[in-house]
């Protein structure tokens, strides 16, 4: 059965034990990506918006743990949330909306993309409607010169791990079109339904 309300205490003793310590900032694939969404981090419309994405995706790992305490997923979730110093009462509601079964429609779906110099963008997005949520990525990319590719033509140059996609080969951009990519991360990461994005660019 799933995880009741009732369970709440429990699992929020687990999420929280004494003496738990963070792990390291994770890494999005690309060092000056991950400092520029850290900089936006600092905003506080860019870290409201980026508070519900992390509260969507711990309500719904809730959901999927099925009363497993030891679940991967809720416990990375609850990792990533932390880091970014989303507030411990945000979280526990995020807890609370995933037990009471107020996620069952949202649906996990990965976009992949090539970008500037060739390098591999993979968009991780949590969406309640998967056919709104296609056309508005396709039509976001093709406003920055892309579009959306085949499953597995861009994810090949990752390996997923509990941290998300790790660039197993990365590719050398210029100048310019690194600047390019950044922007583009930028407007892909502002979307509602994306959660995160990866690029092998070195």
């Not at 999005?28 to 508070?51: E, M, P, T, V, Y």
């Not at 409607?129 to 861009?154: D, V």
Request: aromatic residues 6%.
């Amino acid at each position: 059965m799933a995880q009741s309300v009732s369970h709440l205490p429990d699992l929020l003793f687990f999420l929280y034990p004494s003496g738990y310590s963070l792990v390291s900032t994770l890494m999005a694939g690309h060092s000056k990506w991950a400092q520029i969404k850290r900089q936006k981090g600092a905003n506080d419309a860019a870290r409201s918006k980026l508070f519900g994405k992390l509260g969507k995706r711990i309500a719904v790992e809730t959901r999927l743990a099925q009363g497993d305490m030891n679940a991967v997923g809720l416990r990375t979730a609850i990792e990533k949330a932390k880091e970014s110093n989303m507030p411990k009462d945000s979280i526990e509601r995020a807890v609370a909306k995933g037990a009471a079964h107020d996620t069952a429609s949202l649906e996990a779906i990965t976009y992949e993309t090539y970008g500037p110099g060739g390098c591999a963008i993979v968009i991780e997005t949590l969406t309640d409607n998967h056919k709104r949520t296609a056309q508005e990525i396709k039509h976001l990319l093709s406003e920055q010169g892309l579009s959306l590719a085949s499953p597995g033509s861009a994810t090949w140059a990752f390996e997923k791990t509990r941290e998300g996609w790790v660039p197993q080969t990365t590719i050398e951009l210029s100048d310019e079109d690194d600047a390019t990519l950044m922007g583009i991360l930028e407007k892909i990461d502002e979307h509602d339904d994306v959660e995160e994005v990866y690029t092998n660019a070195g």
